[in-house]
Each structure stands twice: as C-alpha cells, then as structure tokens.
C-alpha cells in the first residue's frame, strides 16, 4: 500500500455526479442522478481516508464494510467491490440511491469535519449499477437446512431478511398482496429515482438466492399468521407489511374530490402506471395548481411526479422551516431546481371545495417555531390572524402514515398502542417463531432502516431456528438483552420448536 | 398448501350471463375459497395494464375451490372483462378476501336486501343468517323481469322472499324499500336490516329503517387502488370518524354513513372513466366484425384462417348498453 493518505493528500473536491437538466427532466421519468462512471468512483475512492476504526461502518444500518469496498475500488476490482457490499446488503443498486447517506455513513465520515464526506451512497450505487449490467450476483454455496420460512411483505425489510434466511439455507417464500414484488419500492418511490429495471434485478438476486415469491397473497385474510405456523408449516414467520395506512389531515374539506393522499397518488402513477393512461387503465386526474402537505421524502416524490405530470404549477406546503424539513437533502434541493415552491412554515386550516365538489383552493396559516417538542425539532406555532387562501384544485397530503390494520385484525400478535407489532429488541413478536421489522413495528422511517430490521430479524430467526450465524458466535455474549425473548433462554426456544416440529 | 403455478392461476371455470349486462364468474382459487366468508371482497385486475377493481364475493364453493363473482358491465375494464373472459381463460391477478367479513350475529329475525347488483353479494348474507338460525327474510329488487337472478338460491335460504321490480313484471311493483316497508309492516320484531346495492339504494333503506330503530348495516363500495388500507381512497365518513371502507369496512351501520359524502366521491373519476370507455369502444369498432351470415358461409379452411381475435367478435353479448 502507499503512503497514508490524509485529510490534505486526499482530493479535495468531491467528485461531481451527473444530474440530467431539470428543465429536459421534468418532462419525463428519467432518471436524474446519472450515477458515477467507473473512472468517476476510482477517483472518489482516493478521497477516503480508510481510517482504521471507520465511523462509517457504525453508521450504516446494515454495518456495511465501507472501507473494504472503497478498497477494492481503489485497486479497480469492482467484482471484489461487489462481493463485498453484497456480504451485508444484497441491494447495493437500490440503497445506493435512497438511503439517506447524510445522516448515516456519510453524516459521521470524518472527511465531512473539514471537506465534504466522501460520497459513499454514489460508489455503492456504482458498483450495484455495474453489477446488474454485468450480471453479477454473490450467490454463496447454500445447505438447505430443511427450515421453511414465511416472509410477510415483499418490501425493503421482508427482502433483506428473505436473502439473509435463504443464504443461511432455508427455504423461503415471500408473499406480497399486490400483483407486483417490491412493496414501497415499486409503488412509492418513483422512476425517476429508483428505476423498476434496478427493482427488478434485485428481486432476480433474490430468487437465484431459491427466494420464492408469490404476489396476490392478502396474508392475515388469504391465511393468517398463525395458519403459517400451525398449518402451512412454517417453521418461523417475519411480518415486514409497513405502516401503509395514510395520516389524515383532520381539517375541513378533506374528502373533496381532489384531496388524495400521497401514497394513492404515487401508487397510482407508479405501480399502476396512471402516467401511461389510457394505455394502462388506472386513471390520475391531475390538477393544474397542486398543492402537497408535507415535507418528507413522500411529499417530494409527490411534487416532482405531479411536475412529471404536467401540472402548471405545484407547491410544498410544510408547517415547519427547511431546516426541520424530513426529506434527503437531495431531494429537497432537485425539487426547487424542478421548480416546486415552497412554502415553509404554512399549514392547511381548510380545503375549500366548489358546487361539485371539488377541489378549488386551500386556506392556510402561517406559523411560526417555538420551543423544541418531543422529536427535538422546534414545535410550530400558528401566528394568529396570519390566515390567507390560495388557488388550487389538488391537494396531495403525505403527512405520515399509521400502522395497517389487517394483522391486527387476524392475528393474536400483541400490539403497541398505536397499532404497531410490539416486539422486543431481537425483533420477536408475541408468537413464538414470528417475527416483526420495519415499519410495522417503528412506524414510518426509511428503506434502509427498514433493511436494518429485516436483517436484525433474520438474525434473531437464525437464533430461534438455532441455524448456526456465520455473523455471530454461537449464544455469544454479543446477544446482550436478547438472550432472553420474553424471558424464555434462547436455548429453551430452540427446544420449543423441536416439540412442534 | 403451495399456491399453484403462475399460468393456471385464477382461471374462470365457469361464466353464465343473467343478461347483457350482468354475468357471473366463477374463479378457481382454493385457498380464497377456503378462507372466504360473507361480505368479503376480492380485488381483480384482468389483465398487465388493467385497473384493480373491487368485487364482492357473491359466493363461494370450498368443495370445487372457487369464488363466484358478479359483473355488471358499466365501465371500460367490466366490458372487457365481458368480452375477453370466457371459460378457461384466466385473471391476470385475483387478490383477497378483503375487507373485514359480515358479523353473523345472535339476529333472530333478519331482512337481507340486495337490488340490481347488490342481489349476488346479499346472497352469502342471506345463506349465512340462515345456517345460524335465523328467520330471513329477503328482499331483491331489479328494473325488470328479464333482469333477475337467483330467484332460486334465494327461495332456498330465505323464510320470505319479497322480490320488487320498478315495473312490476315481477313481484311488487316499486323499489327495495317498499319490500322493507311491508316486511316491517308484517314482522313487528325484525332485529337487522342487511342491506347491498347501489348507495342511493342502501341510503334508501336506512332512512326506511331508521324510524322504526332497526339495525341497518350497509356494505360500502367505493373507489379502491389495493384494497389493503395504504392509499385511503376509498376512506367513508361514518359519523365524524374518517373510516376506510377496505380495512375497516366494507359493512359499516347505515344510519350513520355520510351517503352524500360517498356519492360525491364515487364521481371522482367520472371523466377519465368517459374518456377510457369511449377510447375502447372506438378500438372495438376499428376491427371489422365477422356477421354470423358470413361465418355460416365459409368453409371449414377459410374459417381457419380467420384470426382467432376477429372470432371474438361474435360476442352475442358485445352490444352492451350500460348500467
């Protein structure tokens, strides 16, 4: 190896990437993060300081060994690059482009202390990229282990615990009720940003890996979790469903026709592919003056796919400042170069409808921060007699969503109070061999987080089933509070499943 | 219990039209079969570009694995699906049984309604209230005559039936509520109301019920995307609370449904719903159809020739007229 790199040796600049035009893109869902080239990662990779003790790692959700790969890039092994990431994430294509690196590798590089960090989430995509060009996979030498189990959801977090269980050697089976694999991944987050082509080579990943996955399979009312158990034979079962179910806005007016909520609307436009109508049959009947609530990465992919979509104009409405505002930087920052406007600390009071019943403007009051709430983020406060109305015949509200009904309706599984699986830290729900992550159990948080539990789970499965982890000596002291699942030894759980099997 | 392979998915096993516009369809689907229960629905898409669409299960077969649906040709894809779906032919995707099943409850004494559509979905009602004891009474409303169905299975599971037509060739001349009117007027101690149909029929029998303080339950049929509660387009107001009619419904208490609300809604899509149904039919008409007169003269050879999709055209049951 060469000499030590550091903070002045290395680049300076952060490698640019390519974006497409924002007034050629917004015409289409195109891509508009092009991505690194090849030659672009090389040089990125010089800009890591390969610390020994790499923060970035910590960072990562999914523990990703960032500096391995960063190396492998280096020394222009990119194959090596792959298997690497694909050690720990199966999906470098997909997390590459939604995670949100500023708060997570990339927030703790110590590179970002002086320059910017170096632009982890850019290479990984990279090499996730080449990777489904080239037609790569890491598919490991699997023994089955005659374990079956049931994945619930077809989502971020059900498909980094199906890959974790299928490499560990069971048989898995995916279930998703819509027609298409992929969860959020498919019906929220737009082309745009995450192209189905890329989806789709990661679910072909997963079946390589034996992963089976049957779409159209309502689980809690098609059979219930406990009929997976008792019945179909599934030695262990994680409930990856997400949290789904859309957050009103309670104001008045807020079932006028017009008023949607963003997870229908993207549903509709992606999944459904509304953008393509009438030669696909779901309609979106789009307004000219769009009006979205809220100021999450939902809420962005709302604005720009209405933009896509041809509305003249479309507004952000968020009750907080940009500062507080949840969405990746990123998004934030194509949004405004798409030409959305913000309005920042405004929030709806009413939708006012015309005589049919639609939609034909919002009123509004203007706010101000005061002191810090719960979440840490300054509370906003409504500035009496700030009230103004505005034009517009759309409103789009994506405000947070709660948790889905369905599995508590069917199953006895234990929920928190708002409606969440409960679960203890190793991610065990309430019925011995099911199992719970992502948004179900924390309500609504991101992809990779969602990926975090998956694999968490996976882990305390791999425990229950008492498949030895290759990640984890055996009962190692790393197991920490989850040694004990509701006060029964690990050990003891194994040996509960041996008397039902 | 493996679900099956994705070609012999979802085939229709059985078509049968009740007239031009109203057919049944019976799915094979042995797992739906089994878990199905009276006032579920099933989510359908007919084919990769299709729409899904809400339908009620309006019977079900666990010994022959299937789940029986009731079309009524009204828009773009129930058209389609009334030329394209045939015996042996499959469903691009058939999803559920959704929504939260009917409460069967202690009801000594029951009147189930169902008009024009509604009538197949009120049927597992019916059947059910029957096999828990109860004195059922039916009541079935159609425009005509040459419009019903079912007469049969309904003499079969009801004590009573009252069936109504708007001009009397059948049964009573007048709507369902008038078939409530008189079932109340005779039975003193009716303990439920069940009712299924278009809203302005359900809305119809909850204000015929609501003076006399009979349970009423209706079952909602709004707009849906995925019918799992994650767009909420098809949320109803029941009483000042936002309810979604996938989820949380469909059967919610008739007296306290906001009609109005959910009507009003239902228009949502009114014009792109024009806009697709025109551009099919357009489609439909560019294809020369084949008359009947023509195929009797072919030969056997010319007729082998044909495309099989000009064939199609014959549809006896092609010339819809909307609901």
Redesign the interface.
């Known amino acids: 190896m060469a000499k030590k790199k550091t903070i002045r040796t290395i680049p300076q600049e952060r490698t640019p990437v390519q974006e497409l035009d924002p007034v050629e893109r917004v015409k289409n869902f195109a891509e508009v993060n092009c991505g690194y080239r090849i030659e672009d990662a090389v040089n990125e990779a010089e800009r890591c300081l390969l610390c020994p003790d790499p923060a970035c790692v910590k960072g990562c959700p999914v523990s990703i060994d960032i500096p391995g790969f960063i190396m492998k890039i280096s020394a222009k092994d990119f194959r090596g690059a792959y298997d690497v990431i694909t050690d720990t994430n199966l999906l470098p294509a997909i997390c590459g482009r939604v995670c949100p690196q500023e708060n997570q590798c990339e927030g703790v590089c110590p590179v970002g202390e002086t320059l910017e960090p170096v632009a982890i989430g850019r290479m990984e995509r990279c090499i996730g990229d080449l990777a489904i060009a080239e037609g790569w996979s890491n598919i490991p030498y699997i023994e089955p282990n005659g374990f079956k189990v049931g994945i619930v959801g077809s989502g971020p977090a059900g498909m980094a615990c199906a890959a974790d269980m299928a490499k560990a050697g069971c048989d898995v089976t995916v279930y998703e009720a819509f027609h298409q694999a992929g969860g959020v991944l498919k019906y929220g987050i737009p082309d745009f940003r995450l192209p189905n082509p890329v989806i789709d080579a990661e679910i072909g990943n997963l079946t390589k890996l034996g992963v089976k996955f049957e779409c159209n399979t309502l689980v809690g009312r098609l059979f219930t979790i406990e009929q997976m158990i008792n019945e179909m034979g599934f030695h262990a079962v994680f409930i990856g469903t997400g949290a789904g179910y859309p957050t009103m806005m309670g104001v008045p007016g807020d079932s006028l026709n017009g008023v949607l909520s963003a997870n229908e609307l993207l549903t509709r436009c992606n999944l459904m592919r509304a953008k393509e109508f009438p030669n696909f049959d779901t309609p979106l009947q789009l307004g000219n003056r769009v009006a979205v609530i809220g100021a999450g990465n939902t809420a962005m992919d709302a604005t720009r796919v209405c933009i896509r979509l041809g509305a003249e104009k479309v507004y952000c409405v968020y009750r907080r400042s940009k500062t507080e505002c949840p969405a990746r930087a990123e998004e934030v920052h194509h949004a405004e170069q798409e030409g959305v406007e913000f309005h920042w600390l405004t929030a709806p009071v009413e939708v006012l409808g015309d005589a049919n019943n639609n939609v034909r403007g919002m009123r509004c009051i203007r706010m101000e921060l005061g002191e810090p709430d719960d979440s840490g983020r300054r509370r906003p406060v409504p500035v009496a007699g700030s009230e103004f109305e505005f034009e517009t015949d759309m409103v789009v509200f994506a405000i947070g969503t709660n948790a889905n009904p369905i599995m508590g309706q069917t199953s006895k599984l234990k929920l928190n109070k708002w409606g969440y699986i409960d679960t203890d830290a190793s991610l065990a729900a309430s019925i011995a061999g099911v199992f719970a992550g992502g948004d179900i159990v924390t309500g609504a948080a991101t992809v990779i987080e969602a990926m975090g539990a998956g694999r968490t789970a996976a882990r305390s499965m791999k425990a229950y089933l008492g498949i030895r982890d290759t990640d984890l000596p055996y009962l190692s002291e790393g197991w920490g509070s989850a040694g004990k699942l509701f006060g029964i030894d690990l050990r003891e759980r194994n040996f509960a499943r041996i008397r039902i099997a | 219990?493996p679900?099956e392979k994705e070609g012999n998915?979802f085939e229709i096993l059985k078509r049968e039209d009740f007239s031009d516009v109203t057919y049944l369809l019976e799915v094979h689907h042995p797992?739906?079969a089994k878990?199905a229960r009276p006032g579920?629905f099933v989510i359908v898409?007919e084919h990769e570009?299709?729409?899904?669409i809400p339908l009620t299960i309006a019977d079900y077969d666990r010994d022959k694995g299937t789940i029986t649906l009731v079309v009524q040709a009204v828009g773009?894809?129930t058209r389609e699906m009334q030329q394209n779906c045939r015996e042996g032919t499959h469903l691009?995707?058939?999803?559920?049984?959704?929504g939260?099943p009917s409460h069967i409850g202690q009801a000594n004494k029951v009147v189930c309604v169902g008009g024009g559509l509604g009538v197949a979905p009120i049927y597992p009602q019916a059947r059910a209230y029957k096999e828990s004891g109860a004195y059922v009474i039916g009541v079935v409303g159609f425009r005509n005559k040459d419009l019903m169905f079912w007469e049969d299975k309904f003499r079969a599971c009801c004590d009573e039936l009252i069936v109504c037509t708007d001009d009397g060739s059948a049964g009573i001349k007048g709507l369902v509520t008038e078939g409530i009117k008189q079932a109340i007027a005779k039975h003193s101690d009716i303990d439920e109301v069940v009712a299924i149909g278009p809203p302005v029929m359900m809305r119809g029998c909850a204000e015929t019920t609501r003076p006399h303080k009979i349970k009423t339950l209706v079952s909602l049929n709004p707009i849906m995307?995925?019918?799992?509660?994650?767009?909420?387009?098809c949320?109803v107001?029941i009483g000042d609370q936002?309810k979604?009619a996938c989820?949380?419904g469909p059967d919610f208490d008739g007296h306290r449904v906001d009609f109005d609300?959910l009507m009003?809604?239902l228009?949502?899509?009114t014009?792109?719903?024009k806009?697709?149904l025109k551009?099919w039919e357009d489609g439909c008409r560019m294809k020369t159809p084949i008359s009947p007169a023509l195929i009797s003269s072919l030969t056997a050879a010319q007729l082998s020739q044909l495309d099989p999709s000009e064939l199609d055209q014959l549809d006896p049951y092609e010339e819809t007229k909307g609901g």
Do not use: N, S, W
Request: charged share 30%; hydrophobic share 35%.
């Open positions: 219990m679900l998915r797992m739906m878990a579920q898409m570009h299709g729409e899904r773009k894809t691009y995707a058939v999803v559920g049984p959704m939260i995307v995925d019918g799992t509660g994650m767009c909420g387009g949320r107001k936002i979604f989820v949380d609300d009003a809604r228009k949502r899509y014009p792109t719903e806009t697709a551009r």
